[in-house]
């Protein structure tokens, strides 16, 4: 159970669950610690049922009517009463409406909402997906109505009060599969200033899709927008913020047509300092849609065969890439944290059948768009805190003391030599990133230093962001499928008319305002609670601002959520056609109970559970992230190399296991150092000493103290309760 102050989780037993289903709100009091040391709780009073649907499988055994919920989290099954099952047939996937909540002698009752078909058919993952996390997927008809009233194109009356750009060659330059384009990019060679004062530089335009034009405040399309607050992005199929006619028409900076944009205008310097910069709504027509790796080849080779289709615009590349020099040698000066990380793409055919999973390379082309992007927000961010207006900053702070701790013993633990201090700066981290690049545990490492960082978010309490470097930073660049980034652009509208943006009064507002009312009445009043800590005045403007905040940012999570699911669905199917086959991998995290292993071939995760991994007790080192063996020494953490075979495919829990074939050549370099622990090998057969069957043989007290000496987590061979969801990201997280 997650708590509203933000502690620690409570475990509730499952005769606790009986009444109660995944999302209620109940109050609980803690009685005990549970064998684990989780504070376990009992329910007192049941708050508020949620009310979302449940999805699942519609069944019929013994003559009764059922649906087994494709969220495991829900733990009982819905009684289906024989009228209730509308058109659906038993096997096919349906929503579900409650009718009668779950009793501590009783099976929650629903009815068949809605039924979304067989379990194979093609896209039948995401359909699940968006109604297992309550994603928006249909536009409301006010919002159709009123988007069918827009133009086609860009009118007369629309250029009014506006800077014409039409003839500066403005391009675009995004991927191949990309269908809207947010911004389009400029640079050419500038002076500031004459004379002995005259400074060379480069002048940086960049231009977004303007948005706020067509979507006006507290309009249907609007609180459509609010309500999704981004896009969804699945395989073969986006769940867009805005409806087509604007995200793929209208507001789209597609070639060779007029379009309406906001610009940042800047200056840079050869040290990649942003000497000056103003923002104005402009009219523009892009002269080119680029993808990345056409501009990659371009930059890499003036004189190949992209370049010479492109001859016009090669010079203008090139002073993108003159002015990316300039501001990447900023970077480097702050100290942002730089890390390379590998992010994989899903390829599918007509059926929505993976073909093959393909990492997404990052070429230079790429880099050039995220520093003249960085730069644009950068600038939108100084000027909503120069103009004093409030707006929605995108905040990402240090490590919490917990994970500075954590960082600390482990860096200490491997030799790396370097540390963190108790007010890190993020070059801190990089300077580590960029001593352990070349060591054969660097994967492990450069894991653990984004570990220890907070999730960015969106609030208007500025705080900097750490990762970046930047003492103010907002998003700017992508109003077609970010809000917060729509938001900016009406504040920065609003502070150029010297006028004050008020946000609208939405009349559905949601769990986070919600959330944020709860936060504000126990956050508050804790404050005033303490002497000489003045609590923080909030007027009704300053919170709805926080409640857009924390309403962007959970939809941001439920977005990323809802993609992972899709990701790890698709995956588990695709490796059910490999099941038995042997794959070499890297261990991409270890655990208690297991060590996750990815494999090199297909970029995709599966469990080595602590049982696969021979007869050994094993313990988890907590300092080091690694297991290992008590008797042989072997060593498994992030980096570690091993053979594995696929042996078994949990479609519904999203869950692939994987069997040790062979050690990793490392493990057994690091783990047999003497012929002591190499004659300490099990026999064939043996089955593994876990935790439980070790302490069971020594009395109470030896066990605690046997426990206290070691000053290390003991494994617990325990698959249903220990075993997380696999997904597509790297760092696995235990089921609550």
């Known amino acids: 159970m997650s708590r509203d102050d933000g502690g620690p989780d409570i475990y509730l037993p499952p005769n606790e669950m009986r009444a109660v289903l995944h999302k209620d709100r109940v109050k609980a009091r803690i009685v005990r610690s549970d064998r ?60 579900v409406e409650l009718v009668e909540p779950p009793a501590l002698f009783g099976q929650p009752v629903g009815r068949i909402k809605e039924v979304l078909g067989e379990v194979d058919d093609p896209g039948m993952e995401i359909e699940i997906a968006v109604r297992k996390y ?16 827009l133009p086609d194109k860009v009118r007369p009356q629309d250029h009014a009060n506006r800077i014409d750009l039409t003839d500066i060659p403005l391009v675009t330059i995004d991927g191949e599969d990309a269908r809207d384009f947010d911004d389009a990019v400029y640079c050419e060679p500038a002076i500031k200033g004459r004379g002995k004062s005259a400074q060379k530089g480069w002048r940086l335009l960049v231009a977004i899709a303007d948005v706020s034009h067509y979507v006006q405040t507290g309009s249907a399309i609007d609180i459509d927008a ?40 800047m200056f840079i310097t050869p040290d990649g300092e942003v000497d000056a910069y103003q923002f104005y709504p402009a009219l523009m027509w892009s002269h080119a849609r680029f993808t990345y790796t056409e501009v990659a080849a371009i930059l890499g080779n003036t004189r190949g065969p992209e370049a010479a289709k492109r001859k016009d615009r090669v010079d203008d590349l090139l002073n993108l890439h003159g002015v990316y020099q300039a501001l990447s040698k900023s970077r480097q000066k702050r100290g942002a944290v730089d890390f390379e990380t590998t992010e994989t793409q899903i390829v599918c055919d007509e059926n929505g059948r993976i073909e093959k999973i393909i990492p997404r390379t990052r070429n230079v082309a790429h880099r050039v768009i995220e520093e003249a992007m960085l730069a644009a927000n950068v600038c939108s961010a100084d000027f909503i805190a120069q103009g004093k207006h409030p707006g929605l900053f995108r ?36 300077a580590i990133a960029n001593a352990t690049k070349d060591r054969p545990d660097a994967q492990q490492i450069h894991s653990m230093l984004l570990r220890s960082m907070q999730q960015a978010i969106y609030t208007p309490i500025n705080s900097g962001h750490f990762g970046l470097a930047y003492e103010a930073y907002t998003h700017f660049t992508s109003p077609i499928r970010r809000y917060p980034d729509l938001l900016v652009h009406r504040v920065i509208k609003a502070i150029l008319a010297k006028a004050r943006y008020q946000l609208p009064v939405l009349p559905t507002p949601g769990e986070a305002h919600a959330k944020l009312s709860r936060r504000l009445e126990k956050g508050l009043a804790a404050k005033v609670a303490q002497p000489g800590i003045k609590p923080r005045k909030v007027t009704a403007g300053q919170q709805a601002w926080e409640a857009a905040g924390l309403h962007c940012s959970a939809n941001e999570r439920r977005a990323d959520e809802a993609s992972r699911d899709v990701e790890a669905w698709l995956k588990c199917k695709y490796m059910r056609e490999h099941l038995g086959e042997e794959y070499s991998g890297v261990v991409t995290a270890a655990t208690t109970f297991g060590i996750f292993v990815t494999l090199d071939a297909m970029y995709v995760e599966g469990l080595v559970h602590i049982t696969e991994l021979g007869g050994e007790y094993y313990r988890f080192d907590e300092a080091r992230q690694e297991l290992r063996g008590e008797r042989t020494g072997i060593r498994y953490a992030i980096g570690t190399r091993v053979r594995v075979q696929v042996s078994r495919v949990d479609l519904d829990g999203r869950k692939i296991d994987f069997r040790l074939v062979t050690p990793g050549e490392e493990g057994i370099a690091r783990g047999f150092t003497d012929k002591a622990a190499r004659d300490a090998k099990p026999r064939p057969g043996a089955p593994p000493r876990v935790a439980e069957d070790f ?21 617990r061979s325990e698959r249903s309760a220990d075993r997380p969801a696999a997904k597509s990201g790297k760092t696995p997280r235990k089921r609550r």
């Open 226 to 265: 609010y309500d999704r607050a981004t896009s969804v992005y699945f395989p073969r199929r986006v769940i867009p913020m805005l409806p087509e006619k604007l995200s793929n028409g209208l507001c789209s900076l597609n070639p060779e047509v007029e379009r309406l944009c906001m610009v940042c205008d």
């Open 395 to 430: 905040v990402h702070e240090g490590p919490t003391p917990e994970k500075k701790e954590i960082l600390r013993g482990y860096l200490k633990a491997t030799g790396v030599g370097l540390t963190i201090t108790d007010d890190p700066k993020p070059g801190e981290f990089q």
């Open 134 to 149: 309550s994603v928006p997927h249909e536009f409301s008809e006010a919002c159709v109505a009123l988007a069918r009233t």
């Open 36 to 95: 684990k040391g989780r504070p376990e709780g009992r329910i007192v009073e049941i708050v508020e049922r949620s009310s979302q649907p449940i999805i699942g499988r519609l069944l019929q055994e013994s003559g009764v009517w059922l649906v087994a919920p494709e969220d495991k989290r829900y733990g009982q099954d819905v009684l289906i009463p024989k009228g209730a099952t509308s058109v659906a047939k038993a096997g096919q996937v349906v929503v």
């Open 695 to 715: 302490d069971a043989r020594v009395p109470p007290s030896k066990a605690a103290d046997r426990k206290r000496v070691a000053g290390k987590k003991a494994v």
